[in-house]
């Protein structure tokens, strides 16, 4: 099998089709979303129709459960808070549904996904490889496919220690049958590795490769929207610098 994985749209419509057009190109078995469909960006509605029909699955983000009013936002910054409150008045009821009603975890042979971590499903950061040795301990899984921290990377566990490394664009990542992983596919629509180009991530079953696929889209353009839809100037800003 041939995965596509995406993660962390953040309702960015624009990174979104860019995306989508380069994967329709490529094939995939199936696509597969690691959740935060919606936060941040300024087609919530939007990005949700366009994705939904071509997914074969996808788990449940903290922004997209805070956005159907079933997680404390109290702890999300000022930025993320008044996104948040304004993409609930954007959902229509059939959106607000499927987020709803979207999974935490998703298995498949090859792989586990969540959107944070496989001991916190939609609310713990992996950012570092004390908390992905943790995650190891905790669930069973040769693979862990996550998004959440909008950094794509990879932790490997060897049987004895846990490393953790960036994951460039388009260098092939061999899977080593003896070693476990937890992949992070980046983000869609709001990258935080300093590079503004979309991401996600590329898995080929039968060749055991992982790759990160990075595509430039027209930033200004969903920056253009989120000023006429009146979210935080930060927000629009950090798209150009990818943080
Ligand atoms: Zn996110």
New binding site residues.
């Given amino acids: 099998m041939r995965y596509a994985v995406i993660?962390?749209i953040?309702a960015n419509l624009e990174a979104l089709e860019v995306v989508l057009a380069d994967i329709e190109a490529r094939g995939p078995d199936e696509l597969i979303c690691l959740?935060?469909f919606v936060?941040?960006g300024p087609d919530p509605v939007a990005c949700v129709e366009r994705v939904r029909p071509r997914l074969a699955g996808a788990v449940v983000?903290?922004?997209d459960r805070a956005a159907v009013d079933r997680l404390d936002i109290s702890t999300f910054n000022a930025y993320a808070r008044a996104a948040i409150l304004w993409t609930r008045e954007q959902l229509t009821d059939d959106v607000r549904r499927y987020l709803d009603e979207l999974p935490q975890d998703l298995r498949r042979p090859a792989f586990l996904a969540v959107?944070g971590s496989p001991r916190d499903p939609v609310e713990e950061y992996i950012i570092d490889a004390v908390i992905a040795g943790a995650c190891f301990e905790a669930a069973e899984f040769r693979l862990c496919l996550v998004?959440?921290?909008?950094v794509p990377g990879v932790f490997v566990h060897d049987g004895e220690r846990v490393t953790a490394s960036p994951l460039p664009a388009d260098e092939p990542l061999a899977l080593r049958p003896t070693d476990r992983y937890i992949i992070n596919a980046g983000?869609v629509g709001?990258p935080r590795d300093g590079d503004p180009r979309a991401a996600y991530l590329w898995l080929d079953e039968e060749a055991a490769v992982a790759t990160l696929v990075r595509l430039p889209y027209p930033v200004e353009k969903t920056q253009e929207k989120m000023v006429a839809a009146g979210l935080p100037a930060i927000l629009v800003e950090r798209l150009a610098y990818g943080r």
């Fill in positions: 993660s962390d953040h959740g935060d936060g941040y983000g903290n922004h959107h998004g959440h921290t909008h983000s709001q």
